[in-house]
């Protein structure tokens, strides 16, 4: 079978052109071109015949664009890329002052079923390759003609039930010659595979780990959420602090506010203790996100004046919390939608 280009690393690329007689030199070309998005046909410092080695040896497909949506508010863009055999997954770019950050899909479709996110509805089809992940960014920042300085893990899917290709994908996108992005740059979201959590923190990637917990109860969150039906809250939690503990790193939590479930004073000032029983004086976050019109979850956010509430207790409760800004607003470029649509109608 033919090695897919984009997950190879510069010392993987070097062994391959030793294998054809090459100079392992060439390599770190190869790898910078790959990263700016060219086809082996513009690969213009790399001779015909290394090239035409190549592309008998490997494959290389960059996806493509089937829709894009530019935000008239705040120039945020959401993509709609089909992958090599069709299956469309999102990808959302956003600007902020501090510069350009994309949301990227890890799988095609999700498995975890959570009742208030598009991206779940019809479940998985397949896992995305390291090179998938990597290409979503590629072909942006080409689009765009601007550099992406940040990485969301947030997109489409989980990416710890992906986690060897999401492994890969942080040594790729963190590869000097290549995007040269920074850890400290990257976040990743998970709605709480335990196990992968504390595997996770062996690995020693300073990314920041955002953990979508959206309840305070495990009767509550296990209605909304079926993950939390193999891994309740507090063994969550733990692994959260385990987390802390290896990396020094803050723990994002987004709470998803839902109208008449999760969003009354009471929610608020529970989440509080129990946030502040596992952190205590330790650093966290806890990011307030009102729930996205999705049909098929019948879930409503409240107005504004529950969620300013819901806000004030948790700050009163001695809680660092914001709501989230949302970006492209005219667009629907919450992740999931436009996918769904697409293959509803499709």
């Known amino acids: 079978m033919k090695k897919e280009i984009l997950c190879m690393m510069p010392s993987e690329l070097e062994e391959l052109l030793l294998g054809f007689g090459e100079k392992a030199y060439k390599a770190k070309q190869i790898f910078a071109w790959l990263h700016r998005g060219a086809g082996f046909d513009e690969m213009s410092d790399i001779s015909k015949k290394t090239r035409a080695l190549l592309e008998e040896s490997t494959t290389l497909v960059y996806p493509s664009i089937v829709q894009k949506q530019v935000s008239g508010l705040d120039g945020t863009v959401k993509y709609l890329f ?57 072909v942006a920042q080409k689009d765009i003609g601007e550099r992406i300085d940040n990485v969301v893990m947030m997109g489409i899917g989980e990416p710890l039930d992906n986690y060897d290709n999401v492994i890969r994908f942080l040594d790729l996108v963190g590869a000097k010659g290549g995007l040269n992005i920074g850890y400290r740059h990257i976040s990743l979201s998970t709605c709480g595979l335990v196990d992968k959590i504390y ?8 990314i920041t780990l955002s953990i979508s917990l959206h309840a ?9 959420m079926p993950i939390n039906k193999k891994w309740g809250i507090d063994e969550l939690l733990s692994a959260c602090r385990a987390y802390f503990d290896k990396t020094g790193r803050r723990i994002s939590f987004e709470y998803t506010l839902i109208h008449g479930k999760n969003d009354s004073p009471a929610h608020a000032k529970h989440l509080a203790g129990l946030l502040l029983r596992y952190f205590d004086k330790s650093p966290f976050h806890v990011n307030i996100i009102p729930v996205n019109n999705v049909t098929e979850s019948g879930f409503t956010a409240g107005d504004e004046s529950s969620i300013k509430r819901f806000i004030d207790v948790l700050e009163r409760s001695g809680v660092n919390a914001t709501r989230r800004r949302k970006l492209g607003s005219d667009i629907d470029a919450s ?10 109608n499709g």
Do not use: W
């Open 82 to 138: 089909s992958m090599y055999d069709g299956q469309l997954i999102e990808s959302v770019v956003m600007r902020y002052k501090h510069g350009n950050s994309i949301c990227i899909s890890s799988q095609a479709g999700c498995r975890m079923g959570c009742k208030f996110c598009a991206s779940t509805l019809g479940g998985k089809a397949r896992d995305l390759s390291a090179g998938e992940m990597l290409s979503q960014i590629i």
């Open 216 to 224: 305070t109860s495990d009767s509550e969150r296990s209605e909304i």
């Open 199 to 206: 595997r996770l923190a062996e690995e020693s990637y300073p």
């Open 335 to 344: 992740c999931g939608q436009l996918r769904h649509n697409n293959t509803k």
